[in-house]
């Protein structure tokens, strides 16, 4: 079945500590996306990625670092440089090369604050 | 500064009847709009999009309507069903793929 996949469900972390959320797709979808959802807030975008090796800041960039080195995976790092990270965080791929690609996303991981 | 406003946070619909989610944007450089569906502890759904040059698309029971002199967008579901009862998301998209969520409607249908 083809899909996006993140890991884990649900993730803690204690302060000062750097996370690593996962996320797969076997869509064969060039662009990649990451997302956190606060409560009563719509989805922000943290940084996204048209092709491996390359990918570009989003609106709230700061205390999150990204890599692109396989087409089918773009993992996030939530940093202790961000100081409120706990959120629902959301990945989402699409067909990159036109314009207006329908994005779709995957199950998403809640990051707790320990 | 919010750029897409989803004024109603949430909306109750008897089963069978029309549920009507309202969508406004402030910025005229939007050209595609998306709605999508989203379950608790789930991913956004997609669900329906419209680009501008078009007033209305349909699919099934969900039908978006657009107008662009009101920066207004808005999703009809026709028959309202109890499976319908999600958080909706109202979405816009600049050229280059960058989306730009509204901070959702939560909709309940009642049996």
């Known amino acids: 079945d083809g899909g996006i996949t993140q890991s884990p469900k649900y993730l803690f972390r204690k302060e000062g500590q750097n996370v690593t959320l996962s996320c797969e797709q076997n869509?064969?979808?060039?662009?990649m996306y990451w997302y956190r959802q606060d409560p009563g807030q719509g989805l922000r975008l943290i940084y996204y990625s048209q092709i491996v090796n390359d990918f570009q800041k989003g609106d709230i960039a700061e205390g999150y670092s990204v890599s692109r080195e396989k087409k089918e995976s773009f993992p996030l790092t939530v940093t202790s440089a961000q100081k409120n990270p706990t959120a629902f965080y959301l990945c989402?791929?699409?067909?990159?090369?036109?314009?207006?690609?329908?994005?779709?996303f995957g199950p998403g991981t809640r990051l707790l604050v320990l | 500064d919010q750029q897409v406003k989803q004024n109603s946070p949430s909306l109750s619909v008897q089963e069978g009847r029309i549920s009507i989610l309202n969508c406004d944007y402030t910025?005229?450089?939007?050209?595609?709009f998306l709605w999508y569906k989203k379950y608790p502890a789930e991913g956004p759904t997609f669900l329906i999009s419209?680009?501008?040059?078009?007033d209305k698309n349909e699919d099934g029971r969900f039908t978006v309507f657009l107008n662009k002199s009101a920066k207004h967008l808005s999703l009809h579901i026709v028959p309202s069903q109890p499976g319908d009862s999600a958080v909706y998301f109202c979405?816009?998209?600049?050229?280059?793929?960058?989306?730009?969520f509204g901070a959702g409607t939560i909709l309940r249908v009642k049996s």
């Open positions: 419209i680009s501008s040059i078009k």
């Open positions: 989402a791929s699409s067909i990159a090369g036109g314009p207006r690609e329908t994005q779709y």
């Open positions: 979405a816009a998209m600049e050229y280059g793929n960058k989306l730009v």
């Open positions: 910025n005229s450089m939007f050209d595609y």
């Open positions: 869509l064969n979808h060039d662009a």
